[in-house]
């Protein structure tokens, strides 16, 4: 009896979590109801807070037990062919699964800045931040095998690859449906620009 409470309240807690990225992406965080968040889990305000002691634990959770693609690790040292095709793959399942493109559409989309501490803002950090990580493994596995250029400036690479994935990301979670040529399009011409560097991509070794 005992277990199956257990897996009853896991089970509930689940459709809650679902329930709030359904209204939290249709209606905002600041728009978004304790009421329409338990009519749309089928369930009542007591069970919402007893499971996350309201609104903000709901958001909380939803933010911090949700991963995304771009949050897994390439595996030990990856070529850049191999990497890449998983970053790509990373983008594409982020622009097209519905719980990635729930989820970031709240942070990009359905977000307000508030008082204090800002869980949408860190959260949006520790997925630039992860990606940042990456991205620098892939190139720094490429420039020592010689895949890459050697003296490709790492720090100035990773922030035009930040600012157009940011770019893009925002631009196609505006839409009911992914964008996946303009995503292949822009991942095709850094790939080409990461062969083919131009010169003020060049800097010391590592660009550390």
Known sequence: MALKNRVEAARTRQEIIKAGARVFCRDGIAGATLEVIAQEAGVTRGAIYWHFNGKQGLLQALLSEQPLPFERALPPGVGFADGWQLLCQ?????????????????????????????????????????????????????????????????NLICN??????????????????????????????????????????LGSVGGR
Request: hydrophobic share 40%; glycine share 6%.
């Open 90 to 154: 990373a983008l594409e399942e982020t622009i097209s699964d519905d719980i990635s493109r729930r989820l970031y559409r709240i942070m990009l989309h359905k977000s307000e800045r508030v008082a204090g501490g800002d869980p949408v803002a860190s959260r949006l950090q520790q997925i630039r931040s992860s990606f940042i990580e990456h991205l620098c493994v892939l190139l720094g596995n490429a420039m020592a095998c010689g895949e890459l250029d050697r003296e490709l400036n790492v």
């Open 160 to 201: 035009v690859f930040q600012s157009c994935i940011s770019g893009l990301l925002f631009d196609c979670l505006q839409e009911s449906e992914g964008c996946p040529a303009q995503a292949s399009a822009m991942l095709d011409t850094l790939r080409h620009l990461l062969l083919n560097p131009p010169g003020h991509w």
